[in-house]
């Protein structure tokens, strides 16, 4: 994603907001216009950045815990044809059962303060990542095992300088994917139960009918997202690059 697509892409939709407002000619307490909602972002600049702080670490913290996770999973499950067996029904199973229903009980566990909400963070990222590279490991050539096997090298060697590097490309595939995720569950957490960041920043405003600060407040979250997935996009680049270097040695 180049910049140039991104700046593109941005003006494309203040466009076509602009005019929504003018076809539309509805109230600025509906649909505000963009201009309107600028005015509120440089007016609460300073709330905002502060709220926004906020919800970046739970996302990037969510991010890395539910990362990990996902990939110490991953690999636990591809080194274990018993674990695999167990616990890829129950990760599976899990997914039934709407994460967002959990942010009330999150809530109630880890109080209101950043804990519950990189908790949901990590719940909603953790599958894609763990999937995502578990795919990759189980998706090996025979033709590496069958060498691992001649050269009577064990699990943890097969996994080490065959499985992870091949697999690498999958982790990046999956990490875009929680890069998105990861601002959902940050903010859901936020609006069940908060007192700070972008959510509750959100519900604040309109409650207080500041519809102009919720639109600023949701393009900030916007903003923090596209840069998240910009940065997970260039580590797994070097990801995917790292890889197939590895393959043709």
Not at 10 to 19: E, H, P, R, S, Y
Request: proline share 4%; net charge positive; hydrophobic share 55%.
């Amino acid at each position: 994603m180049r910049f140039s697509d991104i700046v593109f892409a941005l003006l494309i939709g203040l466009g076509l907001w602009q005019a929504l407002v003018i076809i539309t000619d509805a109230p600025h307490f509906i649909l505000p216009s963009p201009w309107r909602v600028a005015q509120a972002a440089y007016k609460s600049r300073v709330i905002i950045v502060e709220n926004a702080w906020v919800t970046a670490i739970e996302v990037v913290l969510g991010l890395l815990i539910g990362t990990l996770l996902g990939v110490a999973t991953a690999i636990q499950l591809a080194m274990s044809k018993t674990a695999e067996r167990l616990m890829l029904p129950i990760l599976v199973f899990t997914q039934a059962v709407p994460v967002f229903a959990l942010a009330p009980l999150l809530t109630l566990w880890f109080g209101y303060g950043m804990g519950s909400k990189i908790v949901m963070t990590v719940l909603i990222i953790y599958f894609p990542v763990t999937s995502a590279f578990h795919d990759g490991l189980a998706r090996i050539d025979s033709g590496y095992r069958d060498l691992m096997i001649s050269m009577d090298a064990g699990k943890w060697t097969f996994m080490r300088h065959i499985q992870i590097p091949n697999a690498l490309p999958s982790l990046g595939t999956g990490l875009k994917l929680a890069a998105v995720y990861a601002p959902i569950g940050a903010v859901i957490g936020e609006w069940v139960g908060a007192s700070k960041g972008l959510g509750y920043l959100m519900l604040l405003a309109n409650g207080r009918a500041k519809i102009d600060l919720m639109f600023a407040s949701l393009i900030v979250l916007a903003c923090l997202t596209v840069i998240l997935h910009i940065a997970v996009g260039i580590l797994a680049d070097r990801l995917t690059r790292y890889a197939q270097g590895t393959s043709n040695t």
